[in-house]
């Protein structure tokens, strides 16, 4: 799951980054508006983290010219504690939900949780395919009830197929939602977790559709 950071404050940023990639997620990140949208216009992201007050260009903005050009993907804003107007405006431009600041970091990582649950259509916080189990809270698996050990690499990759189970997912689509814009798009690392993640569940759970991807 890649996600986009638009902080200007930096120190925010920093934790919001340090948070999320401690989790689990794929991170880029944003200080100024302008950056912020050009990034969420061109990067498909599963979700955004979008500061309202930000130099460049103001986050109501960025936000309504993503809605604009057809950019769906769900937006938490963070808007000033005292500021109802804000959240108003946020919601009138499209946020999908937003924290008011200051906040825990906890309730910014429930809640976007809870955004990139809703927008691959799951309800609950868990998310089963045949004996797999996705725990998207805890961000744990288990295969018939026993919990299963995997690396960040192979969860990252297991977790995105399960959110989009029975939708076939390209190799493309895969490299951009799991790893940052340095990562080596020509290797075979996908292929090699792919077979990790087999071994270690069973060898159905990945399903390759030849020439077009990959399917939980
Ligand atoms: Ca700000």
Redesign the pocket.
Known sequence: MRILVV???VN?NRQLVEMLTEVGYVVDKAFDGEEGHFLGDTEPYDAVIL?????EMD?ITVLESWRKDGRNMPVLM?TARDRWSDKVAGIDAGADDYVAKPFHMEEVLARLRALIRRAAGHASSEIVVGDVCLDTKQSRVTYKDNPVKLTSHEFRLLSYLIHHKGEVVSRTELIEHLYDQDFDKDSNTIEVFIGRLRKKLYPEIVETVRGLGYRA
Do not use: N, R, S, T
Request: no cysteine; hydrophobic share 35%.
């Open positions: 902080e200007d404050d925010l500061d309202i007050g930000l130099p986050g963070l």
